[in-house]
Nanobody, 124 residues
C-alpha cells in the first residue's frame, strides 16, 4: 500500500527557511505527480506546489519565488524548500500523490494518496 510520511515541520520566525520532506513508499512513482498542500485553521486545504516524478514543477502564486519543490527519485522522497517564510504560511502541510495526467493537478480531489501532515508555524 502507498504510504506518504511528511517530516521537517517546526516553529520558525518570519524570514527564516525550512525544508519539508515526504517519504513515499509502496509503489513505483515514475508515472505520478507529487504535491504539497497546506491547510490553516478555519481555511480550506490549498495547493502549494507540484512536481512530476519524471520532472517539471508548478507553483501557487502565493509561494512562487519563495518555495521550491523537488524530488530525489533514488530515495523516493519529495522536498519542499521554503524560504522567506511569512506568518501567513502557517499551516499543516500535506504531501499528496496523484497518478499521471496531461496537466499538473492542483485540486484536492485529483489526488489519490495523502500523508498525515506536518505543522509549520511562522511567528512574526
Amino acid at each position: 500500500q502507498v504510504q506518504l510520511v511528511e517530516s521537517g515541520g517546526g516553529v520558525v520566525q518570519a524570514g527564516d527557511s525550512l525544508r519539508l520532506s515526504c517519504a513515499a513508499s509502496g509503489r513505483t512513482f515514475s508515472g505520478y505527480f507529487m504535491a504539497w498542500f497546506r491547510q490553516a485553521p478555519g481555511k480550506e486545504r490549498e495547493f502549494v506546489a507540484v512536481v512530476r516524478w519524471i520532472g517539471g514543477t508548478l507553483y501557487a502564486d502565493s509561494v512562487k519565488g519563495r518555495f521550491t519543490i523537488s524530488r530525489d527519485t533514488a530515495k523516493n522522497t519529495v522536498y519542499l524548500q521554503m524560504n522567506s517564510l511569512k506568518p501567513e504560511d502557517t499551516a499543516v502541510y500535506y504531501c499528496a500523490a496523484a497518478s499521471g495526467s496531461f496537466y499538473y493537478p492542483r485540486r484536492v480531489d485529483e489526488y489519490d494518496y495523502w500523508g498525515q501532515g506536518t505543522q509549520v508555524t511562522v511567528s512574526s
